[in-house]
T-cell receptor, first 110, second 113 residues
């Protein structure tokens, strides 16, 4: 069965460190998205990609970057982690009618 | 600009009561999709329903029903005879052209046994 996975599921890091969260999907979707979920804000879009070599900034992209070298993966990098980036991160992939979400990564920046 | 508003932050009901979760959206696009997702305590996001802007028919699926009204830009979700397993955070979302989703801030539903 097709799926979307995220790793790690939990991560604790220190302020200033670079962190990369992995997202892998086997749906063969062109569209992939990264969101962060914070209490009182719902899910906010960080970056998204409509295909290989395509990346776009979302609503809250500062401090984050993505790259898309193949269809299956969209890693999210925090260049220099900050405490404000403590959150739950969801990756999603989709067709025009639905987004399929990964299980989420809980990131704590100390 | 696109926006989804879920004014109810938290709702508590006693088991077997009916409950309606409100969702109001804003968009200038004439073609769009509306969604509801459920996030149980385990944390995953579960797709519940999709409705496109040209289909205002209400939908019922078991104990769940959805009322889409373009005139009031609302897409409300009703759970009939609520159960403890319905306890979760529910998100309403809007998709316009370009496949971007805009989520509301969620409504946390607690069903008390």
């Amino acid at each position: 069965d097709a799926e979307i996975t995220q790793s790690p599921r939990h991560k604790i890091t220190e302020t200033g460190r670079q962190v990369t969260l992995a997202c892998h999907q086997t749906w063969n979707h062109n569209n992939m998205f990264w969101y962060r979920q914070d209490l009182g804000h719902g899910l906010r879009l960080i970056h998204y990609s409509y295909g290989v070599q395509d990346t776009n900034k979302g609503e809250v992209s500062d401090g984050y970057s993505v790259s898309r070298s193949n269809t299956e993966d969209l890693p999210l990098t925090l260049e220099s982690a900050a405490s404000s980036q403590t959150s739950v991160y969801f990756c999603a992939s989709g067709d025009p009618y639905e987004q399929y979400f990964g299980p989420g990564t809980r990131l704590t920046v100390t | 600009a696109q926006k989804v508003t879920q004014a109810q932050t938290e709702i508590s009901v006693v088991e077997k009561e009916d409950v309606t979760l409100d969702c109001v959206y804003e968009t200038r696009d004439t073609t769009y999709y509306l969604f509801w997702y459920k996030q149980p305590p385990s944390g995953e996001l579960v797709f519940l329903i999709r409705r496109n802007s040209f289909d205002e028919q209400n939908e019922i699926s078991g104990r769940y029903s959805w009322n889409f009204q373009k005139s009031t830009s609302s897409f409300n979700f009703t759970i009939t005879a609520s159960q403890v397993v319905d306890s979760a955070v529910y998100f309403c979302a809007l998709r316009i052209s370009g496949n971007q989703f805009y989520f509301g801030t969620g409504t946390s539903l607690t069903v008390i046994p």
